[in-house]
């Protein structure tokens, strides 16, 4: 079946300007999941959502950064006024919300976003 | 901010060798898990344990993990070229249905044909 997808996969934007990146999770999957990874580093949490609501935010570096899933599946993460320190992979993973801490996480490709 | 630590940073071995990576943490976890990465995109789930688990295989990987020490290792026996990727270790706490996941800095494993 179809997996995690992310679009765009590459975003090039100017310092200031909003972007928007989306994440098609694996249908069913109620947990929904951001993460950022730098160049040469691992993954970093951003936010969690379990269902509609974003369960853990606390990953989310300033206010700048907010995401929504309105309807459960399809989720937005939204940088404002972007700085050249936001580039970096946005990477989005998925699972099923039913197993707790062992649930396995599928990811998706993720999207480049560079800021000039 | 990262939990884990792996070790070594990088790794270059021969096919067929076997590659054993360490990772180390520094908080009480309920499970470690294993990623792999290739060309810096997505990551493929490879290998859960459990913290009340001290070995766990997976075909060709074998996963340790000691609570004492906070330390896990992941071992891939007989490598070949497509085992060439970036391995992250990834640990969740104790947070009730949240599995959100703290990954270490990963290692680089090159495997020569």
């Known amino acids: 079946g179809a997996g995690v997808s992310q679009t765009p996969s590459n975003k090039v934007t100017e310092k200031g300007k909003y972007v928007e990146l989306r994440c098609d999770p694996i249908?069913?999957?109620?947990?929904l999941y951001w993460y950022r990874q730098s160049l040469g580093q691992g993954p970093e949490f951003l936010i969690y959502?379990?269902?509609?609501?974003?369960?853990?935010d606390s990953g989310l570096p300033n206010d700048r950064f907010f995401a929504v899933r309105p309807e459960g599946s399809v989720s937005t993460l939204k940088i404002q006024r972007t700085e050249r320190g936001d580039s970096a992979v946005y990477l989005c993973?998925?699972?099923?919300?039913?197993?707790?801490?062992?649930?396995?996480?599928?990811f998706g490709p993720g999207t480049r976003l560079t800021v000039l | 901010s990262q939990q884990g630590e792996e070790d070594p940073q990088a790794l270059s071995i021969q096919e067929g060798e076997n590659a054993t990576m360490n990772c180390s943490y520094k908080?009480?976890?309920?499970?470690l898990q294993w990623y792999r990465q290739n060309s810096g995109r997505g990551l493929v789930h490879l290998i859960l344990?459990?913290?009340?688990?001290r070995e766990k295989h997976s075909g060709r990987l074998r996963v340790t993990l000691d609570t004492s020490k906070k330390s896990s290792s992941l071992l891939i026996t007989a490598s070949r070229a497509a085992d060439t990727a970036s391995y992250f270790c990834?640990?969740?706490?104790?947070?009730?249905?949240?599995?959100?996941?703290?990954f270490g800095k990963g290692i680089t494993l090159s495997v020569r044909p």
């Open positions: 908080t009480s976890i309920n499970n």
């Open positions: 249908s069913g999957h109620t947990a």
């Open positions: 959502f379990q269902g509609t609501g974003a369960a853990d």
């Open positions: 993973a998925s699972s099923l919300g039913q197993g707790g801490a062992t649930d396995t996480q599928y």
């Open positions: 344990i459990r913290s009340n688990e």
């Open positions: 990834a640990t969740v706490g104790w947070t009730g249905a949240n599995s959100k996941l703290t």
